[in-house]
């Protein structure tokens, strides 16, 4: 019989986890993790008295060491879906530092003392790789990890999976999720700025937290017949596959329609960000699917289920469209969130992060005819076929997958020393030193373009896509300057910045968004 430790149950992946795991007949007991609020207590309430004694329920924080020690105790595995997002981590982003970072390190502390270890499954965020737009709009594990500006969530969780890399943790595995349609996405989109930061042009590629739900259940039950052959020691991408991948636009579009709208009808062209947001198509997600068969719905599927689940939305079909865009969306313009708000309070860091620069918002047009919409086969230097960009066919024919620096035809026993010499001059730097024996995962030095010495093992760097640990502190963002040495970095940052940018972001004391213009 297996035992699991769940953090994150009381979230939208966790509770789908929850349920996917009690379906499974050897699963004697779920051990989760619960903060003691009085909305987490009530949902681990429910989940007592639908499962009982198959449940546990601990109530204590991932920033307490001994809260996770008691959680993975006498466990066979350990799934850390736990996480603070936005816009919560843009609020509260010490809270979020403590259970993306310290939270992270606190339960790969309590595993690394286990004798034996349980296995342990960390999920990671799309976010760690930025923004993307037409120019390389898909991606895979390996490509480089450059975090949107001001995004301290994609930050902290970059900081996370690396600590989880380079621990002692015997068996891992990190996936990165996708954007996750869930039932209270709606809702959660209706009090906040943070739906303007999508940018109408950015490559998407859903998952709804159902599916997600169902692939840490299968995984688990065929772990357990020994059936996970190529899955553990490797970071994985999270997405629900073709009929999933669309852009920023296309899903206001399809979420609008549902209450008889469109996104021209509810959205203004100039109401959202341009650049600096996060997604992509993941060129590498059919790896998961091909092992554990879980992408069964499509965003159509989530649309139709949300129309079900609050039928009052087909009331909004009979009012005036301006009337829900003024009293729906409009009214959110006003948000400290929102770009619009910003540009008004002379916020000039975010201005620029999002916009390039005052001049560029006030180019953008008014009306949706004169906008370049991708998802139209519209751009602004020419025309596109959108359907030609998203078949999955035409990745490499059309160029769009960055290159990592060596030669990744090499199967991993293969790659050695000049390798990883290859791959650190493609970042600028050098490796210095690795082991002779299985070397992709023990410890290498490593210097970077500054001169920063430091320590990772190569599956890190060339597989997992991090580097210099130094030049990517944490609430701090100089990609502008580091592209200039980097040609890893550089092959994707100058798709959405202009070369002669020599900007480093970072937030102050009291957390404001600050900027220097740097020179070298």
């Known amino acids: 019989m297996t035992k699991i430790a769940l953090t994150g149950a009381t979230g939208n992946m966790g509770t789908e986890t929850l349920f996917s795991l009690m379906t499974l007949d050897f699963v004697e007991k779920v051990k989760i993790l619960v903060l003691n609020t009085p909305k987490d207590k009530a949902i681990a309430r429910r989940f007592k008295k639908l499962y009982r004694d198959r449940l546990e329920v601990q109530i204590g924080d991932l920033a307490v060491l001994k809260d996770c020690e008691k959680v993975v105790a006498d466990c066979d595995y350990v799934l850390n879906l736990a996480a603070v997002i936005p816009p919560k981590s843009d609020k509260y982003p010490s809270r979020a530092k403590a259970c993306n970072v310290d939270g992270v390190s606190n339960l790969i502390a309590a595993i690394e003392r286990l004798l034996p270890q349980p296995k342990f499954i960390h999920i990671s965020t799309v976010a760690v790789y930025g923004n993307r737009n037409h120019k390389h709009p898909w991606g895979r594990v390996g490509d480089p990890l450059l975090p949107s500006v001001y995004d301290c969530y994609a930050s902290f969780k970059v900081e996370g999976e690396r600590r989880v890399l380079e621990s002692n943790v015997k068996t891992w595995a990190v996936l990165r999720q996708t954007a996750m349609l869930h039932k209270n996405m709606l809702t959660d989109n209706m009090k906040d700025g943070l739906m303007f930061h999508t940018c109408y042009n950015t490559p998407l590629e859903w998952v709804t937290a159902r599916d997600s739900g169902r692939l840490m259940a299968n995984i688990i039950a065929k772990d357990t017949k020994g059936e996970t052959h190529g899955f553990w020691y490797r970071v994985f ?27 021209e009808k509810f959205l203004n062209p100039s109401w959202n960000s341009v650049r600096n947001f996060h997604g992509l198509w993941f060129a590498d997600s059919h790896l998961l699917e091909e092992m554990f068969h879980f992408q069964k719905e499509t965003t159509i599927d989530y649309w139709q289920e949300i129309l079900v689940r609050h039928p009052y939305y087909k009331v909004a079909k009979i009012l005036p469209a301006k009337l829900i865009k003024r009293l729906a969306i409009q009214r959110l313009l006003a948000d400290k969130n929102a770009p619009r708000k910003w540009i008004k309070g002379g916020e000039r860091g975010k201005v620029k992060a999002y916009f390039g620069s005052e001049y560029n918002i006030q180019c953008l047009p008014e009306k949706w005819e004169h906008y370049p919409l991708l998802c139209k086969g519209r751009l602004a230097d020419g025309d596109v076929d959108y359907e030609a960009l998203r078949d999955f066919a035409k990745i490499e024919e059309n160029g769009f997958l960055l290159s990592h620096g060596y030669d990744e035809s090499k199967a991993d026993g293969e790659l050695g020393l000049a390798d990883f010499q290859e791959a650190a001059a493609f970042r600028g730097g050098k490796c210095l030193s690795c082991a002779d024996e299985a070397p992709l995962y023990r410890t290498a030095l490593w210097e970077c373009h500054h001169g920063h010495r430091f320590e990772a093992k190569p599956y890190t760097v060339l597989k997992a896509g991090h580097w210099c640990p130094c030049c990517t502190k944490i609430n701090t963002w100089d990609f502008d300057m580091q592209a200039k040495h980097n040609p890893f970095y550089a092959q994707v940052w100058y798709d959405s910045h202009a070369l002669r940018e020599n900007t480093y972001y970072y937030f102050d004391e009291e957390y404001r968004a600050k900027f220097e213009i740097k020179e070298e």
Request: neutral net charge; contains cysteine.
């Open 237 to 263: 991408n999270i997405g629900g596959g073709a009929p999933n991948r669309c852009t920023g636009f296309d899903t206001f579009d399809q979420g609008f329609r549902i209450i008889g709208g469109n996104g």
